[in-house]
């Protein structure tokens, strides 16, 4: 759904996501983090809320905290407080959960990322640090629930945006921004499977101008697809019980992927409901300065500053620049492409086109791309110098491709030392082989224009006589008179001179 008003109504969505953070060791104690153990050998006696049993704060999850909100503009509290949620869940020992609220760890800050070449700004409350309960098991007991705490005490930064979202599309460019940023700086690896990147979608809707309306929140998204398809269900369905003269009623939803539907799970909780009060057992967190200033100058090259660097460095657009920095092995197939032929704007082209295409159709990662970076520079310089037209830079390229998938490398059997030279005479080999060197033989092409002006006199006379669409027709039978090896731009200017 776009952002134009569906059915007389605007769409309003805020997000709260769950990342888990990429320490060996659980928030609060010793115990692993690994995914896939057995249920319950991973949960030792803090873990189990065993009596006696205090938590100790993971140092790594306080990084990585701040690497986040030095990622993203963020204020870092100097002062942070640690409250106990109050719920009951059989899944969490303590009859708590360890979170933030008054005070948390990341106030403010802002996502920023492109919908439809658009750009947009999505403003975030806060990011707080948490544990995480365990997980109820339905499916493996006959008429029982088992429960599982390997996950009790995992940690997580929840991260919670103002309500500035105002189309599924664009909810989900944003957790997809938010999901690039989190793996980019290394605090979290986003594997939406396995729960460690998990979406809850507060959506809700108004006529334009009108107070916000009722939300329900649509929980534990965990695909960007389920994502899209359950807000767009949510939507519908809210407008429907509104224009059928029926009040929306403040709940947590989960998302069916089997029939695409949302169902209520239970009507949703207010803050109040949870009874938050600072936790006796943990001081206040105290970040120095100096830490914060120590991670900022440990951390890695941020996405939005590198989009930066490729535009001013390569003259690349905005767009081309946000949308090349998606992950750090787009980025540098890109840069590593660019720096060898001297072609940014051409190799951006052929990245975020034709590559992409390909890469997206197998599931593949731009590091297990058939062809290499130095392949792709070698055959844009091809194209750049006049060698092949860009058809036939398709088809060296599909060459290159499938060849790789053959043998299981890249082409580059040549016996010679650099894979810059290397991938220049794979490209040039496949050229000659399959004979598609443009002609640049002026005579030549001369001679195949005369002949096409000759047998073409109406298309002469309509293109004199102002129709410019008629020059094309005159272009095509050229370019079938040369079996595709004239340059089209050649083929133009040579016409046009002829013609007058």
């Not at 986040?68 to 109050?86: C, D, P, V």
């Not at 490398?409 to 040039?428: M, W, Y």
Request: charged letters at 25%; a negative charge.
């Amino acid at each position: 759904m776009t952002n134009k008003l569906i059915q007389g109504y605007e769409v309003v969505i805020g997000f709260e996501t769950h990342a888990q953070l990429s320490t060996q060791s659980k928030i609060f104690s010793r115990a692993s983090t690994t995914f896939g153990a057995e249920p319950n050998t991973q949960a030792c006696a803090v873990d189990l809320a065993l009596p006696g049993t205090l938590p100790v704060m993971n140092k790594g999850a306080v990084e990585r905290a701040i690497q986040f909100g030095l990622a993203i503009g963020s204020t870092i509290s100097e002062r942070s407080i640690f409250a106990r949620k109050n719920y009951f869940y059989p899944d969490l020992p303590k009859g708590y959960q360890i979170s933030q609220f008054e005070i948390p760890v990341v106030v403010g800050g802002v996502i920023e990322f492109f919908l439809n070449e658009e750009k947009k700004s999505v403003r975030l409350v806060r990011a707080h640090l948490e544990e995480d309960a365990g997980k109820s098991l339905h499916e493996d007991f006959i008429g029982q629930t088992g429960i599982d705490l390997n996950r009790a005490g995992t940690p997580l930064l929840e991260i919670v945006t103002e309500p500035d979202m105002r189309s599924s599309e664009e909810a989900v460019a944003y957790a997809k921004e938010l999901h690039k940023i989190v793996t980019w700086i290394g605090i979290c690896d986003g594997n939406m499977q396995e729960g460690s990147f998990r979406c809850d979608a507060n959506v809700s809707v108004r006529k334009p101008g009108a107070e916000l309306g009722t939300r329900r929140e649509i929980k534990n998204l965990n695909s960007f697809k389920n994502m899209q398809q359950a807000m767009d269900y949510e939507i519908r369905w809210q407008i429907e019980q509104i224009e059928d003269g029926y009040a929306i009623q403040q709940a947590t939803v989960l998302f069916d992927p089997d029939t695409g539907e949302t169902r209520s799970m239970r009507s949703k909780e207010d803050a109040a409901d949870y009874r938050y009060f600072p936790d006796p057992d943990l001081p206040p967190l105290v970040i120095a300065p100096e830490w914060v200033e120590r991670v900022r100058s440990e951390m890695t090259e941020l996405p939005r500053v590198m989009a930066a660097r490729f535009v001013a460095d390569y003259g690349l657009p905005e767009y081309d620049a946000t949308t090349l920095t998606q992950s750090k092995a787009m980025a540098a197939y890109f840069e590593e492409a660019a720096k060898t032929c001297g072609q940014a704007k051409l190799v951006s082209n052929w990245v975020m086109g034709e590559l992409s295409r390909r890469l997206n159709a197998e599931e593949r990662d731009f590091a297990q791309s058939a062809v290499s970076a130095q392949q792709l520079a070698a055959l844009i310089a091809r194209i750049a110098d006049g060698t092949i037209s860009n058809n036939a830079a398709k088809q060296v390229f599909d060459e290159l491709w499938n060849e790789s998938q053959k043998t299981g490398t890249t082409l580059s059997a040549h016996a010679v030392a650099s894979p810059t030279i290397k991938a220049t005479l794979a490209v040039d080999s496949i050229i000659e082989s399959k004979g598609l060197k443009q002609m640049n033989d002026t005579s030549a092409l001369e001679a195949i224009i005369d002949t096409v002006i000759a047998a073409n006199p109406k298309n002469v006379e309509e293109y004199r006589a102002g129709n410019s669409k008629a020059l094309n027709a005159l272009v095509g039978q050229i370019m079938k008179g040369s079996q595709g090896k004239a340059n089209p731009q050649q083929v133009g200017d040579l016409l046009r001179s002829k013609l007058g």
